[in-house]
């Protein structure tokens, strides 16, 4: 089983975003009993909160629900126990590596370039399509 995580600022858009897309996307190939898929936040600031409105209608939009989720921030034992870490920008990463040091190096960019939060941005759109792309690829990676 191949155990993903998701990490963004505050676990409310981006990172639950990605998670219930690429489960969405494991389902749809039929491969749902190979992935454990979750996300969490480098930051403590939104911890319990669930998917930031917009962001849920952005996933609605495309028939995706993000029902029961809860911010939290990434632990230790996370990290230990995801085979692969993908945070979304460049500041999730300097959290990353001042959170757990060299042990962060595990942890990647989704894509090649940040994906904007839309927090920010208010583009959950251009969000959406990035997250999307990024799943893909994950998807794509993991054919055997």
């Known amino acids: 089983m191949v155990k993903i995580l998701f990490v963004c600022h505050g676990n409310i858009c981006r990172s639950p975003m990605a998670e219930f897309v690429m489960k969405d996307l494991v389902a749809k190939a039929g491969r749902s ?11 403590r600031e939104e911890i319990g909160n669930p998917v930031y409105p917009p962001a849920r209608r952005e996933l609605q939009r495309h028939g995706i629900s993000c029902d029961g989720h809860a911010a939290h921030q990434i632990t230790r034992a996370e990290l230990d126990a995801y085979d692969k870490i993908y945070y979304m920008d460049s500041s999730n990463a300097r959290y990353l590596r001042r959170l757990f040091g060299d042990a962060a190096e595990k942890c990647r960019p989704l894509l090649c370039r940040d994906v904007a939060d839309p927090w920010y941005t208010g583009d959950f759109g251009a969000t959406w399509r990035d997250i999307l792309e990024g799943c893909q690829q994950i998807l794509e990676e993991s054919v055997c």
């Open 33 to 43: 009993g190979e992935f454990h898929i979750a996300s969490a936040a480098v930051s």
